[in-house]
């Protein structure tokens, strides 16, 4: 079930990209709709620990993504090896910063990322939905084209059957015509011996009529 379920690679990278777009609402927005909030972090977070290994990204994205996923997933040791092994950018440390803020009993593992993560320079970088977004759109424009291609291969398969199916009815029309023309050549005989057939009686029967009258004067 699970492979069926990450087959398709344009799904992959929407589920990463409408989770990623859901992360970075404000908490206020977050907090207004959501009466359980912890169920959708969870689901979130599993999403994006799924799905990132299952689309073809680089390390470094994919090391963002996985480092949401395993704060909002509530995975702090994960979290701690990627921030040791990943260049985490400044979109990504604000949405892991105000995630674990939330966090009301914070162990040691949650001390030691908000230590780390506050000490990522912020600036005006690109969110990481944004680079996801760009990743989405080459992959539907790839497979709007495959589709295409597919709809112009089935039409043209079609277009060859329906040549096939003409070609063959026109071969057993043409024994129906050929058929027709023997039974109404027969019929058209029949009517021309039966044609025949009158005229000579006519002629017989005139022949004794006058066979008669000369036989008379005689």
């Known amino acids: 079930m699970l492979q069926e379920m990450f087959q398709s690679t344009l799904l992959n990278w929407l589920c990463i990209y409408s989770s990623l777009r859901w992360t970075e609402l404000s908490v206020e927005k977050e907090c207004s709709r959501n009466f359980r909030p912890w169920i959708y972090y969870q689901l979130i977070g599993k999403n994006l620990l799924w799905f990132s290994n299952c689309v073809p990204i680089n390390e470094k994205e994919v ?3 996985r480092l ?3 704060v909002f997933f509530g ?4 979290a701690n090896q990627l921030l040791q092994t990943t260049n985490i950018f400044s979109s990504v440390a604000t949405i892991c910063q105000s995630k674990l803020q939330q966090i009301t009993i914070k162990t040691d593992d949650v001390r030691k990322l908000e230590t780390i993560v506050d000490k990522v320079e912020r600036n005006t970088d690109e969110k990481l939905s944004d680079m996801i977004i760009k990743h989405l759109k080459t992959v539907q424009n790839v497979e709007t084209l495959d589709l295409k ?4 291969e089935t039409c043209e398969g079609r277009q060859k059957l329906r040549d096939r199916w003409e070609m063959l009815n026109f071969f057993e029309n043409r024994l129906k015509w050929e058929d027709m023309a023997a039974v109404k050549a027969e019929f058209l005989k029949a009517e021309e011996g039966k044609r025949k057939s009158k005229e000579d009686l006519e002629r017989e029967y005139i022949s004794e009529v006058f066979h008669n009258k000369s036989a008379k004067k005689s």
């Open 63 to 65: 090391g963002n993504i």
């Open 149 to 152: 291609l597919r709809l112009k």
């Open 68 to 70: 949401i996923g395993s």
């Open 75 to 78: 995975n702090y040791v994960l």
